[in-house]
């Protein structure tokens, strides 16, 4: 990994290409323009045939820089970087600071390859990129350029291995809002690979996560749990939390999005009312209700006490 530093002191973490992989994209490109050189040289023979000797030279030494000097030069300031060998080996030339070349640095790294590559058979642009700590020839030298790797294989996600049936769900009331992020990827980072440890030493960094996991929630320790099974069930505990949490906020399907700060709308399932067929009803004759007669009542005596507000 190189550490290339920009302008605003951001670091690159680029990885340059060595000296086999560009090997391989430097005879490719060379196998595509060796071929077209000879098909338009051979075309050139027969369309010369009736000039002079000189004039015929002329004409194979316009050819030779044109098309193995001007053709790669052309290639790489349009692709910015990526010739058809560098192509088909994820492989990509752009400047220090890891921006994209333009003509000038491709014109730099065409006319040093004419005597690294071409005149000493690359035996020069070998021997340069032994000694470069990047992997850089004369040409990436001098043009302030740097060959970098593209496709980088990714590294294979482990999976958390699952808490022992008999303490799924138990740290189900856990607080865990003030457990970092870093405590969280040590955690991960030690159950994906304790099967890789020393027992003894997997015993020992397990404890130790298991207590800084507990300082944090302000729970006490369970009682009997293993040290690796408790670090299974909270980071269990933690996905299924996520996941849930996940779940929730998604809309419904066919619901419109509800705007920012706003509750979505609740939408009610449309019921048919069941059809009333109108009876008559029985005439009942009603009694006359009688008046009740006021009761004088006293007005209730100040205790002192307030009222409740």
């Known amino acids: 990994m190189s550490d290339l530093v920009t302008g605003d ?41 009736s000039m002079d000797g000189a004039a015929q030279a002329a004409v194979s030494v316009a050819s030779f820089v044109l098309i193995l000097v001007g053709v790669p030069i052309a290639v790489e300031t349009l692709s910015h970087g990526r010739s058809l060998g560098k192509l088909a080996c994820g492989l990509r030339v752009v400047r220090d600071d890891g921006g994209p070349i333009r003509f000038r640095h491709a014109l730099v790294r065409g006319a040093f390859g004419v005597f690294e590559l071409l005149l000493t058979f690359g035996s020069v642009a070998c021997i340069a990129s032994l000694f470069s700590e990047r992997g850089r020839r004369l040409g990436d030298v001098f043009a ?76 006490p320790p369970p009682v009997g749990v293993p040290a690796a099974a408790f670090l299974m069930a909270v980071v ?22 509800a705007g920012y700060g706003q509750p979505a709308p609740v939408v009610m399932p449309v019921v048919a009312a069941p059809a009333v067929v109108p009876v008559a009803a029985p005439v009942v004759p009603v009694a006359p209700v009688p008046v009740p007669v006021p009761v ?9 006490f307030a009222p409740p507000a």
Not at 25 to 41: F, T
Not at 296 to 304: I, Q, R
């Open 9 to 49: 002191a951001v670091v690159l973490g680029l990885r340059p290409a060595r000296l086999p992989s560009r090997a391989l994209a430097i005879l490719l490109d060379l196998l595509v323009y060796v071929a077209g050189y000879l098909l338009i040289a051979v075309g050139l023979v027969l369309a010369t045939a």
């Open 236 to 257: 269990h505990e933690r996905q299924s939390r996520d996941a849930a949490r996940a779940f929730r906020q998604q809309p419904a399907p066919g619901a419109a999005p």
């Open 144 to 219: 302030g350029t740097l060959v970098i790797r593209e496709r980088v294989p990714g590294a294979r996600v482990m999976p958390v291995p699952p808490p022992p049936p008999w303490l799924a769900g138990r740290f189900g009331g856990l607080d865990l809002s003030a457990v970092p992020d870093g405590l969280w990827l040590a955690i991960r980072q030690y159950l994906t690979r304790m099967d890789q440890l020393d027992p003894q030493v997997g015993a020992v960094m397990a404890a130790r996560l298991a207590d800084d996991l507990v300082a944090r929630t302000g729970a």
């Open 296 to 304: 004088p009542v006293d007005p209730p005596k100040a205790t002192g």
